[in-house]
């Protein structure tokens, strides 16, 4: 029994292997596979990175918003007009900070009586895209 199973064994590591490498089609078919799906791939990221931002200006519009009717309920005023930035964030009248924009975004503030309008911008990839809210309609409005 031995002696067979030590004959077998033997047999198969004298076997000869067939172990050729891949051809120079079957390498440009993977090729050429792999380049269809990233000329696919690519444009949907880049949308997905321009969606990101543009949802990003959208929140810090809303953010602001927020922030600018906190400080009328504490204050009785709200905070005055101007250009708030991650350096500069919406503060309220005894200096506390109601709010931060994220770093690629420039919130522009207009204050008129009861009134004010907020616009904010992307500096980054959304360069171009704007929210704007207006508190005497309480409506948002968008532009590419």
């Given at each position: ?36 799906l990233a ?106």
């Amino acid at each position: 029994m031995l002696h067979w199973f030590g004959k077998r064994l033997r047999h198969i590591q004298e076997v000869k292997r067939d172990e050729r490498g891949f051809t120079l089609i079957e390498l440009l078919v993977v090729v050429i596979i792999i380049g269809i799906l990233a000329a696919i791939a690519i444009p949907v990221f880049l949308s997905q990175r321009t969606k990101a931002a543009e949802a990003k200006v959208q929140s810090d519009v809303r953010n602001s918003v927020t922030a600018y009717v906190t400080a009328q309920a504490q204050d009785g005023a709200y905070p005055a007009g101007g250009a708030y930035t991650n350096s500069a964030p919406i503060k309220d009248a005894k200096s506390n900070i109601l709010f931060t924009p994220s770093d690629t975004v420039t919130i522009v503030t207009t204050v008129s009586g009861n009134t004010f309008t907020i616009k904010g911008t992307g500096t980054g990839t959304s360069s171009g895209f704007s929210d704007t809210f207006d508190s005497s309609t309480g409506k948002y409005t968008l532009s590419p």
